[in-house]
């Protein structure tokens, strides 16, 4: 009797996608993590900058104002005083018509 051997065939390597669907996920996930922490920091630093520019709008006011006050008791001195009216003359200092409001627009 004879035993007969079995023959074996090469089987031939089955692969299956859950690795590379894994690490497309993963790298998806990662992706879109990243973008929500890159707009969370953007509309932290909007509002930053948006708080930043109403102080300088209202040192600017501050400012302007102050000037205004200054220019006005100049003109106002160069009615009775020499060298300001030389400092009028020489800088072409006017004022506008204080009824007309020269105020800008808030952002």
Known sequence: ME???PISHP???SYHGFWPVLLIGLSILLIFAWEVRINMLTRVNARQ???QQVA???QATKVQTGLEKLVRGLVELA???E???KLVTKFGIKLNDPAVPTS???P
């Open 3 to 5: 035993e007969e051997t």
């Open 11 to 13: 089987v031939a390597p």
């Open 49 to 51: 900058l948006q708080q």
């Open 56 to 58: 300088v709008v209202e």
């Open 79 to 81: 009615k009775t005083d």
């Open 83 to 85: 060298e300001a009216q």
């Open 104 to 106: 800008t627009p808030a």
